[in-house]
């Protein structure tokens, strides 16, 4: 049974940074992605990643976060930079085996989620 936990959540001012971790139990998927979801608005793709390290990102956090992984501790990151308040959101780690395009959804397994750590931005 695939398990994710979110940490490293937190509040900080605009301008800052944060890295979120996401730990992975079980079976590991191909695809892994990064979605955030502020109050009042639907849930969106941030960040993906394949096993082999390729990536794609929204456009709204391009060159100020990076996903990345680290396999031999069953890790997922996101390390986000120059924070906004209108980054301020809950953040969910995602697996899946869709593309990386489409934040790993959309393949044939479900798409699985972590319960998520809150990311908090004042301006």
């Known amino acids: 049974q695939l398990q994710l936990v979110e940490s490293g959540g937190g509040s900080v001012q605009a301008g800052g940074s944060l890295r979120l971790s996401c730990a992975v139990s079980?079976?590991?998927?191909?695809?892994m992605a990064w979605f955030r979801q502020a109050p009042g608005k639907e849930r969106e793709g941030v960040a993906a990643?394949?096993?082999?390290?390729?990536?794609y990102y929204d456009d709204s956090v391009k060159g100020r976060f990076t996903i990345s992984q680290d396999n031999t501790k069953n890790t997922l990151y996101l390390q986000m930079n120059s924070l906004k308040p209108e980054d301020s959101a809950m953040y969910y780690c995602?697996?899946?085996?869709?593309?990386?395009?489409?934040?790993?959804?959309?393949?044939?397994?479900?798409?699985?989620w972590g319960q998520g750590t809150r990311v908090t931005v004042s301006s």
């Open positions: 990643i394949y096993t082999s390290g390729d990536t």
């Open positions: 995602a697996a899946g085996s869709g593309l990386r395009f489409a934040y790993c959804s959309g393949g044939t397994l479900e798409l699985m």
């Open positions: 079980g079976v590991r998927r191909y695809c």
